[in-house]
């Protein structure tokens, strides 16, 4: 199931609006993150917004639908860079996704200073 690229973009802005809006951003900015990364083949920029859990200096994301979805496989095998905004900055990191033996797909990054 592929979602036309302009309703991706429209829920997309919709998502970072609602981070960025000074009544619920921060309640949101919680669990709601911006990932931004350069596309092995493409060599381009992208920046989408992710759901995550963090512990320390790890960052877990899982992938909903992962099939439908491309960014993550920038990060299979050795994996790669990956930027995350997070308290207000850009962390850099290292990410690495791994697909389990049921098909779900999560990315975890190890932020670097």
């Known amino acids: 199931m592929e979602l036309p690229r302009a309703t991706v973009d429209r829920v997309n802005g919709?998502?970072?609006r609602l981070r960025d809006s000074p009544r619920l951003g921060r309640i949101v900015r919680r669990r709601l993150t911006v990932v931004t990364y350069t596309g092995r083949r493409s060599g381009?920029?992208?920046?989408t917004p992710v759901a995550y859990k963090r512990r320390g200096d790890t960052v877990t994301i899982g992938v909903q639908l992962p099939d439908a979805k491309a960014w993550w496989r920038n990060f299979t095998g050795a994996g790669?860079?990956?930027s995350l905004n997070?308290?207000?900055?850009d962390r850099p990191g290292h990410a690495v996704s791994h697909r389990d033996g049921k098909g779900r797909v999560t990315v975890t990054v190890t932020l670097t200073s």
């Open 14 to 16: 919709c998502v970072l």
């Open 44 to 47: 381009r920029t992208f920046s």
């Open 80 to 82: 790669g860079p990956i």
């Open 86 to 89: 997070l308290d207000g900055a």
